[in-house]
């Protein structure tokens, strides 16, 4: 388990790290989620004792990284800068860490064969491409066994059958019960990959829960219904207790396009706000509920023998969520702040 | 440049990885043996080391050989009276001087390029993760770069003293049972050797390779230049205690005037300023961000 405390850290005069507290539990995949810049590489520097935090602690299992005996017996890391000299073969860069550890050189062969990396074992890592050069930080990261595995954008540069031997590799060895602590910008790369996430903006955090709870709980949830009667309709729904909005609600909040089942970007949505109310022919027909689900919305029609031509629960996808958790703390959040302060 | 491009790596074994488990992997905290022997695979695996070594070599001995082959067949020649005078008085400043005045030069860059390089490819990381007390991993790199240094100098002194001696020899006989000789032979490789050091030291403190390089060369080659133009006793003094001309003492046999250290004396001084860095360059390493 990992335990991180109140880590502070400045650099002249950012900010890079707030009082940031969370734990990583074993056994799961725990993604950390931030926008570029959010001080996701700096608390992973923090938590590898590589940079030294102003305030605050990381533990592992209880103790600090430079007290481990053999640190990468506990902890294999995986940096998101490049740590291998150019002119040294992937094996002999293996071979160093594993002697600093006292591991046989068996372990380094094995790690070399488990990447795939055996043909070009002796060949110098400076004519590696992207993916052989995060093949090569696997297999640094997995040399000495370890529980905890610190991994920063592990997929950055991947073709999709190395993205997708990453994930299962990650998955497989969080089932054995290690610790996997990833570090992504992709939304919905953690959407398959992480059962928890950790989510920082401008070096706070922003949620501490599991994927699924981190989706539905910042993705308010609505329902877009379509009606002849729509005004009947209203009345009724806010009788119960719902809330209706009309039309789409296109320039506000989470699932804010919600009117076209595929989610478009802010640049789409930007148009929409200023078309949506009551200017297409259509719009007046058009409610979106929240505060109530689409089952019971449907049964309030029937008991009022009231038409629905549409009935659509709005789902917020993990991209949609992080969009609007990070709005604010985003560092190129332009566009949806200058959107949000029209309101 | 790279000869071509690697071959892509084959695809990983099997989508679903298979993590080998390692139930026999040693699990006690490995000794500072460990981190010898990781320095030293460190030290050999680039190719920049061998090549600056083999430079070194060539250099030192081919300059040395060069230079007191030019001198002896130039012996007696026109203009050369004062010069074959100088020579005969002191034929081991000469020997030793030519060949290892530039060969100094390629050790300074070696040194300094052994952490530097660390610096610039971002393996300092890996080091420090490995080695999370950094103190042991400094005094690893300088304990095994010493050792390689003060066996491959020494080895090329002798050779430089035997090949400009011998070629000298018509007309100037100097051996290793004359007063001084072997230990000032003997001290060039180890003025060398912690030359070295004090080289990986400022590439310790500052970091970027071709800052480093400079500013080593400068205190070797240009430092003792200006601080010659200094007048009066205290210019002396100040000359004398600075680190390349108190260290290259050891490598000579005759006093020069004004010359406020003996040999060893002088060799401690410099001895002391090398150690006086490493101790600042390993309180930064553990002081900053890497």
Not at chain 1, 312 to 328: I, K, Y
Not at chain 2, 172 to 190: E, F, I, K, N
Not at chain 2, 272 to 288: D, E, H, K, P
Request: aromatic share 6%; proline share 6%.
């Amino acid at each position: 388990m990992i335990e991180v405390r109140d880590l502070t850290k400045r650099y002249g005069r950012v900010l890079a790290v707030d009082q940031l507290s969370f734990t990583v539990e074993p056994g799961k995949v725990t993604g950390f989620l931030g926008p570029n810049g959010a001080g996701k590489s700096t608390t992973m520097r923090l938590m590898l004792g590589l940079d030294h935090p102003d305030s605050g602690t990381v533990t592992f299992d209880g103790a600090r990284y430079r007290d481990l005996p053999q640190p990468l017996r506990t902890v294999g890391a995986l940096l998101e800068a490049k740590a291998v000299h150019s002119g040294r073969s992937a094996r002999n860069h293996l071979l160093f860490m594993a002697q600093t550890q006292g591991l046989p050189t068996r372990r380094v062969d094995e790690m070399l064969d488990l990447v795939g990396l055996r043909q070009v074992a002796r060949k110098r890592a400076g004519g590696f491409s992207l993916g052989m050069g995060q093949r090569l930080g696997i297999a640094v990261a997995m040399l000495g066994d370890p529980q905890v595995l610190l991994l920063d954008e592990p997929v950055n540069g991947l073709d999709p059958e190395g993205v997708l031997w990453i994930r299962n590799l990650m998955k497989q060895l969080a089932s054995e019960g290690r610790t996997i602590f990833v570090s992504s910008h992709l939304m919905n790369e953690m959407a398959v990959t992480a059962d928890h996430l950790v989510v920082i903006g401008r070096g706070r955090l922003i949620a501490n829960c599991s994927t699924e709870e981190f989706i539905s709980r910042s993705t308010e949830k609505s329902v877009l219904v379509r009606s002849p009667e729509a005004d009947r309709l209203a009345q009724l729904i806010t009788a119960e207790g719902g809330t209706v909005a009309r039309g789409a609600r296109a320039d506000s909040g989470p699932g804010g396009n919600g009117a076209r089942p595929a989610p478009a970007g802010p640049a789409d949505a930007k148009a929409e706000a200023t078309t949506a109310p009551g200017a297409s022919p259509d719009g007046a027909g058009l409610l979106t509920v929240t505060g109530m689900e689409a089952p019971r919305i449907g049964e309030l029609a029937a008991s009022a023998s009231i038409v629905l031509h549409e009935l659509t629960p709005q789902l917020g996808s993990l991209e949609e969520a992080f969009m609007e958790l990070t709005a604010d703390s985003s560092e190129f959040a332009a566009g949806q702040v200058s959107e949000r302060s029209k309101r | 440049m790279t000869a071509g491009s690697p071959p892509a790596p084959p695809a990983p074994a099997a989508p679903a990885a298979e993590v080998p488990a390692a139930p026999g992997l040693p699990s006690a905290r490995p000794g500072f043996g460990r981190l010898i022997q990781a320095e030293w695979t460190k030290i050999r695996s680039v190719r920049s080391t061998v090549w600056t070594l083999i430079i070194f070599v060539v250099v030192t001995v081919g300059f040395t050989a060069l230079f007191t082959w030019l001198t002896e067949a130039n012996w007696n020649g026109p203009h050369a009276a004062a010069r074959d005078a100088r020579v005969a008085g002191d034929p081991i400043s000469f020997i030793l001087g030519t060949g290892i005045g530039l060969g100094q030069l390629t050790i300074c860059v070696l040194g300094a390029l052994l952490i530097t390089t660390e610096y610039s490819s971002g393996v300092i990381r890996a080091s420090l993760l490995a080695v999370p007390r950094r103190l042991p991993m400094l005094a690893a790199k300088c304990i095994v770069f010493a050792a390689l240094l003060i066996v491959i100098a020494e080895i090329i002194v002798f050779a430089s003293f035997f090949v400009g001696s011998a070629i000298i020899h018509p007309h100037v006989q100097v051996s290793l049972s004359d007063p001084g000789v072997t230990r000032a032979v003997a001290g060039a490789g180890l003025y060398l050797t912690v030359l070295g050091l004090f080289a990986l030291a400022i590439g310790a403190l500052i970091r970027h390779t071709a800052a480093a390089i400079a500013s080593v060369i400068g205190i070797v080659l240009v430092l003792p230049i200006l601080s010659g133009l200094l007048p009066g006793s205290w210019g002396a003094h100040i000359n004398g205690y600075l680190p390349e001309q108190a260290g290259s003492l050891i490598t000579r046999t005759h006093a020069e005037s004004g010359q406020v250290l003996s040999p060893w004396q002088g060799f401690g001084v410099f001895c002391a300023w090398t150690a006086l860095l490493l101790i600042v360059a390993g309180y930064l390493l553990n002081r900053r961000d890497a």
